[in-house]
């Protein structure tokens, strides 16, 4: 009886746990494989952006937290933005090597949309360049889901996400992670 509600606004996992601890739970101390992970926006990793909107605050992209539903909070958008293009930036503060990109797409059935297209890009030391063999999963980017770019391995102290946004439209996303495979199998 819950799973339309859970479907109409995003939800797409329930998990419910069970434990001896008291709450408040103290921080994970295990090394985390989200490379862009910064749930402080203190530091680096550090997210930057092209534009970010007045509603939104673009460190929360990189917090840990997925939200879907249209009136979360949590999340970037380019809502307002004149560019043709926007991007959001992962700083790491040092090189790292990565393979796997995956991109929490936020729309709010009005002025944020699914994007047009989008790109993976990352700093090579002096320019911007495209990750090479790029296999997005899936192929058209979907709001409200999370979209997967795996790619020939690279090493580097930035990545960024190029979005296209849809005639009208603006983009968003509620999370971004950047992956090294290895890391990401074993999970």
Do not use: C
Request: charged share 25%; net charge negative.
């Amino acid at each position: 009886a819950l799973a339309p509600f859970f479907q109409r606004h995003g939800v797409t996992r329930v998990v419910e746990a069970w434990g001896d601890d008291k709450l408040p739970l103290s921080e994970p101390n295990a090394k985390i494989g989200n490379l862009a992970y910064n749930p402080s926006g203190q530091g680096y990793p550090r997210a930057s952006a092209s534009y970010t909107s007045r509603f939104d605050r673009v460190e929360e992209a990189n917090d840990g937290k997925s939200f879907f539903s249209a009136n979360s909070r949590n999340r970037w958008t380019s809502y307002e933005s004149k560019n043709p293009t926007d991007w959001v930036e992962i700083d790491f503060g040092e090189e790292k090597s990565f393979d796997t990109v995956l991109l929490h797409l936020f729309g709010d059935e009005g002025g944020v949309q699914r994007p047009e297209s989008y790109e993976i890009q990352y700093w090579d030391g002096s320019a911007w360049r495209l990750v090479e063999n790029a296999r997005k999963s899936p192929t058209v980017p979907v709001a409200g889901a999370m979209n997967t770019v795996a790619f020939r391995p690279v090493r580097a102290s930035r990545v960024r996400v190029v979005l296209t946004p849809r005639p009208g439209g603006s983009v968003g996303l509620t999370e971004i992670e950047v992956w090294e495979k290895a890391i990401l199998e074993r999970g």
